[in-house]
Each structure stands twice: as C-alpha cells, then as structure tokens.
C-alpha cells in the first residue's frame, strides 16, 4: 500500500509540474507574439511559436494519456505510441526548428 501511495504522489506532482509548464510556456509564446506584432521583430515571433509548439509537446500527450484507456479500452496498450509518444515526438522536434531557426536569426 505505501509503495501505492508514493506513486501515487509521485505521479500526482509529475502532472502538476507539467500542467505548470505548459501553461507557462504557453503564456510566454503569447507575450513573445505580442511582443512580435508590436514591434515587427520576425525572431520573436519565432521563438513564439517555438514555446507554444513546446507547451503542446508537453500538454497533448498528456491529455491524449488520459483519454487513451476511456476512448480505446483494453486495446489502449496497442494504440500508446501512436497516441501519446508520436504526437510528443513530432510536435518536439517542430519546436526544436522553430527554436533554430530563432537562434539563427537572433539579433540584439
């Protein structure tokens, strides 16, 4: 029963951390495209994208984890990488170009 709880606890701040970053990382693509529009800089916008591209890496497999047992049931098992890890694979890696291509253009 304690090893239960413990991952249970483990698990419960592992969410709550990633729910916290993504919501963070989300408002900072905001600002970073506010930022953007308000005074035409192409490299804030950018790395806007980049952080928001980065939050839906962290949040839409989480989410899609959730839902996964509800939605597929006892084929859930089957269906994991192509519901949880490919979405996180792909939208990573359009956030690490988009963070590239930012450096790449940065300019102070």
Do not use: Q
């Not at 939050?55 to 989480?62: D, F, R, V």
């Amino acid at each position: 029963m304690e090893d239960f709880l413990d991952t249970l606890t483990i698990t419960t701040a592992d969410a709550l951390i990633n729910i916290a970053l993504g919501i963070l990382l989300w408002l900072l693509a905001s600002r970073l495209r506010t930022a953007a529009t308000n005074s035409e800089n192409v490299t804030l916008g950018t790395i806007g994208k980049g952080c928001k591209f980065l939050a839906l890496s962290i949040l839409l497999p989480m989410v899609t984890g959730l839902f996964a047992p509800l939605i597929f049931e006892d084929s859930a098992e089957h269906y994991l990488m192509l519901i949880v890890d490919l979405p996180y694979l792909l939208l990573t890696v359009l956030a690490i170009f988009y963070f590239a291509n930012g450096i790449r253009r940065f300019e102070l």
